[in-house]
């Protein structure tokens, strides 16, 4: 196993380098937050000892501060690490052969060291279709480590099925590539503002595919 926590409490530290990790580019909700990093560690073989790791949460804040973190609503942070030079040495768990089947993806395009991603449920294709629609609920996310990992991560054993991982796109600046299709769909109104981590759209993974060609002007 690669994760370097296995065995070990998710202590305040820790709970800083996954906060890092897993947030860094994004606003996000403390519950969202915690849930995620909860499971993450959880599922990567880490230790969990207490029954509420709000507390962990707000000394991972206190640490981040003047160094990115930003608290931009009631229970709503924004986190933009500002020490890239120190890297945070934290490799994704490898993944088994049964989950890479899992969690292949559908179409894999571009070139670079990070990624955006696209996947959904099933369910919610199966029912667009079925009315009709050509569009449904996706998420749009980005990660500068495996990009299998970091859904796993994120989906763990809390839905009853496995995320439908339909697009990678590698790149060089996810950050800025993330934002661009978020800004796009927000426009128009496609954004599902309510759901949680808020990276939920209204649309389709060949609706992003055609929106990533538009915006690096090339004729695929």
């Known amino acids: 196993m690669n994760y370097k926590f296995i065995g070990l409490e998710l202590t305040p530290e820790i709970f800083k380098e996954l906060l890092i990790l897993l947030f860094d580019g994004k606003q996000f909700s403390r519950r969202v937050a915690v849930d995620e990093i909860v499971n993450y560690h959880k599922t990567n073989g880490g230790s969990l000892a207490k029954e509420s790791y709000v507390p962990a949460f707000k000394k991972a804040v206190q640490s981040l501060k003047n160094k990115g973190i930003e608290n931009v609503g009631y229970g709503v942070w924004r986190l933009q690490f500002v020490e890239k030079d120190k890297e945070i040495e934290i490799l994704p768990p490898p993944v088994s052969d049964a989950n890479q089947v899992s969690y292949e993806a559908d179409k894999v395009i571009g070139k670079g060291k990070r990624a955006v991603y696209v996947y959904y449920y099933d369910t919610y294709k199966e029912l667009a279709s079925l009315k009709g629609n050509k569009r449904?609920?996706?998420?749009?996310?980005?990660?500068?480590?495996?990009?299998?990992?970091?859904?796993?991560?994120?989906?763990?054993?809390?839905?009853?099925?496995?995320?439908?991982?339909?697009?990678?796109?590698?790149?060089?600046?996810?950050?800025?590539?993330?934002?661009?299709?978020?800004?796009?769909?927000?426009?128009?109104?496609?954004?599902?503002?309510?759901?949680?981590?808020?990276?939920?759209?209204?649309?389709?993974?060949?609706?992003?595919?055609?929106?990533?060609?538009?915006?690096i002007q090339d004729d695929n």
């Open 136 to 215: 449904w609920e996706c998420k749009i996310g980005r990660t500068d480590v495996d990009p299998i990992a970091r859904i796993f991560s994120q989906s763990g054993t809390c839905y009853p099925e496995s995320p439908h991982l339909a697009l990678i796109i590698y790149c060089e600046d996810s950050l800025l590539l993330e934002k661009a299709f978020h800004s796009i769909l927000k426009i128009n109104n496609k954004w599902l503002i309510d759901s949680p981590g808020k990276e939920w759209f209204l649309t389709s993974p060949e609706e992003i595919e055609k929106m990533y060609h538009s915006i």
